[in-house]
């Protein structure tokens, strides 16, 4: 399963199939459960659906993600088993039927987001944590419900958007490269009060990406520290790559977010230069954006447990602790 902060809506693949893409394990027939049960258009999991339609009393949902993937189907609910967990009934999910995009051989999705239709919503979670490993790892990721944060964790004020209660923001108001904080405004980084901007963390984006002014900065400064590297042409959405075949190891500046609390957290080298081809080319993974809306994504959270304590509105980053 995709495991996706930025979304709410948990789906898997359903069987009859008018058009899935490939998965790994075999799709989820409900002829074969028993607790299987479509939900009415007047319940509230179907009002809860940003679209839905109704087709003989019963609710169909649809939801589509920001790099074009979508899912299309009956929204149900079932009982949820995780390996070693106990069950949970009535879980409000989506049997999709039509589902097309980069689910890389998932079965579904599980949404983690804030609103009401989240997993952690609906078995009223106190918190939940993932690791995502790294991804040239043999292991599987892991996702852990009610459980602290460990102790070594960098806590951050998480934040909540009144106007969208899905994105789960951090209070990030700088950024520093080799040591040295960038001279970027923290209002760039701020929510405005009409909901717009701030960022958020994202499982589901590949990429971290910053307000342009952010990245500019950031870019130009980790270029200054590494002008002794060999360079090489920009790859897709990447501007700052380098030649690195004839390397072993190589040194870079490191990078860190900081946070309102006073407090840091310095990114591993290997979440922000990362390998894009099989011949040595590297690159620095950040991205800029149009948009007033910054995200941190999985790229710079592997390897780094990433705990979500709803409770105490706090978000905490433990590196190295898969």
């Not at 602290?148 to 969208?164: E, I």
């Not at 701030?198 to 952010?214: F, H, M, P």
């Amino acid at each position: 399963m995709v495991l996706d902060t930025g979304s709410d809506v948990n789906w898997v693949q359903c069987a009859p199939c008018a058009d899935c893409y490939q998965q790994a394990d075999p799709i989820y027939d409900p002829g074969l459960s028993s607790s299987f049960t479509p939900l009415t258009c007047e319940t509230q999991q179907c009002q809860s659906l940003d679209v839905s339609e109704c087709r003989n009393g019963t609710c169909l949902y649809e939801v589509s993600y920001g790099d074009g993937s979508y899912t299309v189907g009956d929204f149900v609910t079932e009982t949820i088993t995780f390996g070693g967990s106990a069950a949970v009934d009535n879980v409000a999910i989506g049997c999709g039927h039509n589902n097309e995009g980069l689910f890389v051989g998932a079965a579904g999705l599980i949404g983690l987001g804030g609103g009401r239709l989240s997993f952690p919503s609906q078995i009223n979670a106190s918190s939940f944590s993932y690791c995502l490993v790294d991804r040239d790892s043999d292991s599987a990721s892991t996702l852990e419900f009610n459980s602290a944060a460990p102790p070594d964790a960098v806590t951050a004020p998480l934040v909540r958007n009144s106007k969208l209660d899905t994105f789960y923001y951090v209070d990030i108001t700088g950024i520093s490269v080799a040591g040295d904080l960038l001279s970027i405004p923290p209002s760039t980084f701020e929510m405005n009060d009409n909901g717009s901007g701030g960022v958020i963390v994202d499982s589901g984006t590949a990429v971290t990406r910053l307000q342009t002014e952010a990245y500019n900065s950031m870019r130009d400064a980790f270029r200054k520290g590494t002008k002794e590297l060999p360079t090489a042409a920009s790859v897709a959405l990447f501007d700052t790559c380098y030649d690195l075949s004839s390397r072993k190891s190589v040194e870079v500046p490191t990078v860190s977010f900081h946070f309102s609390n006073g407090k840091a957290l310095s990114l591993p080298a290997k979440n922000y230069i990362i390998p894009v081809d099989s011949s040595g080319t590297f690159c620095f993974a950040f991205a800029p954006t149009a948009s007033a809306l910054g995200i941190i994504g999985n790229v710079q959270q592997q390897g780094t447990r990433v705990s979500y304590d709803l409770a105490n509105s706090l978000i905490g980053f433990s590196p190295n602790k898969c």
